[in-house]
Nanobody, 121 residues
Framework: EVRLAESGGGSVQAGGSLRLSCAAP????????LGWFRQPLDKEREAVAD???????SYADSVKGRFTISRDTSKNILSLLMNDLKPEDTAMYYC???????????????RGQGTQVSVSL
């Protein structure tokens, strides 16, 4: 059974930083495109950042320059460093893996249970 477990969420003030981690010990990272998406309360999901099999990252315009996605293939950990957080970043954040690249919310193969990020003024 493949499990993805997020951690690192919390409550911060605007301008602060958080680092999310996603542990996936059973997932062969080299075979998947990995990413983070978020879902604010009562709103649609939004892809935030992803990283392909070669390690090339992509970002949504809303987080470009503030968020950094990375992966540690030796430890099977996917990370999302979030700087300069804004209230509009408040959401449940999920990590996910897609076997049929590129990363897409419509083709998720595995996903975690999520971790809440709350940003206040």
């Amino acid at each position: 059974e493949v499990r993805l477990a997020e951690s690192g969420g919390g409550s911060v003030q605007a301008g602060g930083s958080l680092r999310l981690s996603c542990a996936a010990p059973e997932l062969p990272f080299g075979n998947f495109c990995l990413g983070w998406f978020r879902q604010p309360l009562d709103k649609e999901r939004e892809a935030v950042a992803d990283i392909d099999r070669e390690g090339v990252p992509s970002y949504a315009d809303s987080v470009k320059g503030r968020f950094t996605i990375s992966r540690d293939t030796s430890k099977n950990i996917l990370s999302l460093l979030m700087n300069d957080l804004k209230p509009e970043d408040t959401a449940m954040y999920y990590c996910a893996a897609v076997v049929a690249c590129p990363f897409s919310l419509t083709r998720l193969t595995f996903r975690g249970q999520g971790t809440q990020v709350s940003v206040s003024l």
